[in-house]
Each structure stands twice: as structure tokens, then as C-alpha cells.
């Protein structure tokens, strides 16, 4: 029966908890996929911490590029922190339940960071781009009030958007069964349970999509084709090797935020089961939060070289 056949009044849920199924179908599995989601989480939050405490503590990092790689680790250990430490919890407890609150709450959270990444990759290449394609006026451009400004844009859109669509969504009356076939509350399965016909939130979702997420892509596909032009133009080989170093590790990132996400969005829903859908998820989840660091840190030499630089000051200071 789909959303739009549902009476209002029709089984509707009364329970002020939902249970979520995720990997119960693995049994005694669950211990292992356990072990190994918590040491892949302790490696995202120790990745992306002493990325931001390098560029804190050395001056030379201080720039606009590395500005906004800060905000990309807070911004990432908040989407993994906002799924994988419940979800944790699940894999150890029969009961899985979690409160309609904590699951508003965990799908408004997760829906922001998502969000606000897409823009933030975004204005992380329109820097990439005034730095090879317009370095003379990359200083002017890109001051600390600039940088703030499209960093605080990217955090205002998605807090902003994504409030109004959670709120609406569980606004609506809930029926028959409260197990959602999922290891965390996402917008697709926690709808799938109104009552009333869904559409609007639908609109709402496409419109979303259309402008927050596909329009920074865009945007980012269009940086790099200028960017590629112009590194193409360069007379020696070194200096195109060194231009395009600067942006590589970005690219990488967005290739692998996008990436992940088209295949949760492009795979035929026909074809598509249950355990693919959350193991898919789940490396959505923590594929581009873990790689994120490792790529900032051994592609780029000057993160490595402050890297060296604390750890020598931190022993020298032990030495004395």
C-alpha cells in the first residue's frame, strides 16, 4: 500500500519509539562489523583531529585552503559521530529502538552535514580555481572575511534547509509498523511511514537536491575545466605538475563524496535488496570521512612537513 492509499486513521502508530532494523539478519556477525566500525570511527576521529590541530598550531597553514579543510573535519566528524556511535550500540543490543526525538534529531543532523559539504566542496574548488586561474588577485579575493563568508553560507544552507524538511516530515502521522529496514534514521524509510500522501516533502526533497546539491557540483565541475585549461596552458611540465598538486587531493575528495552518494541514487531500485542498500550506506557513511584525512596528509607536503615540525617541537620540548 503506498503513502498516498493510507487512510489518516488507518494503523496508526502510537509507540513514541521506532526499531530499527539494520544488520540483524548478520546474528553473531554482529560482533565483528562491530570491531571493525569502531576502529574505522576511532581512525576518522583521530584523522580529522590532528588535521585540525596541525593547522592550528602551525602559522604557515594558515591560509584559505587550509580554512576551509578545518571546517571539512569538524564537518565530517559530525556526520560520522551523528550515525556510528548508535549504531554501535545496535549491533551489541537486541532491542534497537530509538525515540521519534533522537530520530528526528539524527536525520536532521546527518541531512545538514551532507548539505553543507556539497557546498563547502564547492567553495573549497572556487578557491582552487582563483588560486591557479587568477593568483594575482587570489590575495584580494580570497581574504579571511571572504573565506568566513562562503564557509558560514555553507553552514547557514544547510542548517537552514534541512530544518524545515525534518520538522515536516515529522510532523506527519506515522502508521502500522514501527521497524524501519534501516541501521539509522534516513529521510527515504522514516517517510515511507506516513500516513498521508508524501509528495510535498518529495517536491521539497528534488528542489533541494536540485539547487543545493547538484548546483555546487556544477559549480565544481566548471572550476576544474577552467582550472585544467589553464594548468594546460602552462609552459613547463614542473609547473603544471605543481599547479595541479594543489588541487588534487581536493579532487579526490570530491570524487569520492559524489561518487558514493550517485551510486546510493543511481542503482535501480529493482535490483536492489536490503543488504545492499545499507551496506552502501553504510561505506557512504564512513568511506569519505575516513580517506579524507589520509588523502590531505600523504598527498600534501605541507601538511606532512608540519606534521614533522610539531613532532620534532613536541620532542625537543620533552627533552628539555
Known sequence: MTNSQRGPGENQTVSDVFILVGFSYLG????LLFLVLLVIYL??????LLIILLIKLNSSLHTPMYFFLVNLSVLEICFTTSVVPQLLVHLLVEEKTISLVACAA????FTIMGLTECCLLAAMAYDRYM?????LHYATIMSGRACVLLAGASWVIGITMEVAKTMW???????GSNRIPHFFCDVEPVTKKACTDTWKIEILGHFVSGLFIMSPFLLILLSYILI???????PSA??????????????????????????????????????TDQMISLLNTIVSPLLSPIIYTLRNKEVKGAFRKTVEKSIFAQSW
Open 28 to 31: 553473531e556477525l554482529q560482533i
Open 43 to 48: 581512525v576518522i576521529l583521530m584523522g580529522n
Open 106 to 109: 539524527q536525520m536532521y543532523v
Open 131 to 135: 588560486a591557479i586561474c587568477r593568483p
Open 169 to 175: 516530515i515529522f510532523s506527519l502521522p506515522f502508521c
Open 228 to 234: 585544467i585549461c589553464t594548468i594546460l596552458r602552462l
Open 238 to 275: 614542473e609547473s603544471r605538475h605543481k599547479a595541479f598538486s594543489t588541487c588534487s587531493s581536493h579532487l579526490m575528495v570530491v570524487t569520492l563524496f559524489y561518487g558514493t552518494g550517485l551510486i546510493i541514487y543511481l542503482m535501480p531500485k529493482s535490483s536492489s535488496t536490503l543488504e
